[in-house]
């Protein structure tokens, strides 16, 4: 049984930390700075009125002329969905990120670990007492993802006999959305009639293949819930980060490119980079206007030279929408430089993060004094209690 936690009010609530607004007022996140005026997501109050994500700023504000405009803050956003997966790895649970504010949780060992499923829910809605967690349980991924769509204030579970009828009424278009179907193929379903989930089921499977290859079929799997239960789980890759406060707001390329270059230097030369190099930059800056911004460059291969990460950053980082009061770059997805990488993992590599992941699991559960192995201190002593001690694995 898998887990879906959706968290799809995550991009209002975090500018709403950064700009409260009083509860009986109608708010919604307004458009990136200088980009196309439509509206990000409202809140229940705002949707009430009438108004809907990705609306023009002009229709939402004829439909309700009240409405309050919080500034985006996708940087928030991304650091908010990494801290939450944090926590729910930090549980010993099995999960895999799917997108920002969205996860798949493998529920088996969570069931062992804290006792049912019940005490495995509350376990998870600790992790975001805050936010409106959705979450849904089905035998494969889709499904799951589905039931948490469904989901209100309680988890929305579907078994293996229910998952064909609760999914069948929804549009074809979730398949892009939550499956990663390309959006051609949800076009043209469409346009022949076929704009439900329970009609791309009842097709037959030679006749999708034919029509649309491999994607068609993984569609029409996920259309009918087989497309198997299983998640990549992953650790949190290692992340440098270096920050820059100017006295004054950046507001020349100038000034630009000394903060990026000096943010550069810092990273590089950072001890605990040690020798690896990155694959990704990532670009993070608070406007003063309040809004976040961000852009990332990614590298066809690591890469540790100042002169070619400058080059690879600068021609995004140009392209700052206005002056910057604060400035921060990331190096993501750290990989060895200038060594060749191992086809196989050596020898017992394997078993030991297995073993690691159980403990993590045993002492989530039973908490940091579970599992203490016994070694020697001072076998010489007169007194027991000091030959030996306990440590953690």
Known sequence: MLLALLLPRLSLSVALTAQPQPPDVPVAVGPPPFGEPRIGLPSALAEASGVRSGMRLSAALTLCPGLVLVPPDPV??????????????????PVEEIGSGRALVDAEPGLRLYGGPQRLLQRLHDVAPDEALQIGAAPSRFAALMAARLARR??????????????????????????????????????????????????????VRDRFGPEGVRAWQMARGEDGGAIDPRQPPPLLRAELVPGEPIATDHALEQAVELLL???????????AE?????????????ESWLCEAPLREPCGDHERLL???????????????????SFAELAPGAHQLALLDPAGVEREQRLDDATAQVRSALGSTALLRVVTIDPTSRLPERRYGLTAR
Request: with cysteine; glycine share 8%; aromatic share 0%.
């Open 311 to 329: 080059l690879a950053l600068l021609p995004k980082a140009r392209r700052l929408p206005a002056p910057a009061e604060r400035i921060a770059i």
């Open 154 to 207: 309680r988890p929305r579970v579907l078994g293996h006999d229910d998952v064909q009828e609760t999914i069948a009424p929804l549009p074809v278009a979730l398949l892009h959305e939550d499956g990663g179907t390309p959006a051609e193929i949800c076009e043209a379903l469409t346009l022949v009639g076929i704009d439900r989930l329970g009609g791309l089921a009842s097709l037959n499977r030679l006749a």
């Open 278 to 290: 990155p694959r990704l930059l990532r670009l993070q800056a608070r406007l003063i206007t309040g």
């Open 76 to 93: 928030g956003v991304q650091l908010r969905a990494a801290r939450l997966i944090r926590d729910i790895a930090a549980l010993g649970l």
């Open 265 to 275: 230097k810092r990273l590089l030369n950072d001890p605990a980079r040690g020798t």
